[in-house]
């Protein structure tokens, strides 16, 4: 059984950082890319960010890039997204979901797809004050 659990939202004030852990059961962690994803109340579930199992290729959505690094440890089967720069449009829950390959056979197109993503994690918080 896949589990992912993701860790590390909170409060914070606009302009200030947050990194956001993402620990996966499982061995074979490795074998798969993943990706974030957030929703803000009342909106749809949006893409935020993305990576290949090797961590070699990543992909974000535009309203974070520059701000938002992806990033992976295969050894600690965990996935991160470090946060700076934080607005409050960011307020929102995030996600971390495994994807079905280690690539995204579509490049950007399939990377923010949901349906590309076959496991997710509970959520975790994010609130960024002005």
């Known amino acids: 059984q896949v589990q992912l659990v993701e860790s590390g939202g909170g409060l914070v004030q606009a302009g200030g950082s947050l990194r956001l852990s993402c620990a996966v059961s499982g061995r074979t962690f490795i074998d798969y890319a993943m990706g974030w994803f957030r929703q803000a109340p009342g909106k749809e579930r949006e893409f935020v960010a993305a990576?290949?199992?090797?961590?070699?290729?990543?992909y974000y959505a535009d309203s974070v890039k520059g701000r938002f690094t992806i990033s992976r440890d295969n050894a600690k089967n965990t996935l991160y997204l470090q946060m700076n720069s934080l607005k409050p449009e960011d307020t929102a829950v995030y996600y971390c979901a495994r994807g079905h390959s280690q690539y995204y056979t579509g490049g950007m197109y399939s990377a923010r797809s949901p349906h590309e993503y076959n496991y997710w994690g509970q959520g975790t918080q994010v609130t960024v004050s002005s």
């Open positions: 990576i290949t199992w090797s961590g070699g290729r990543t």
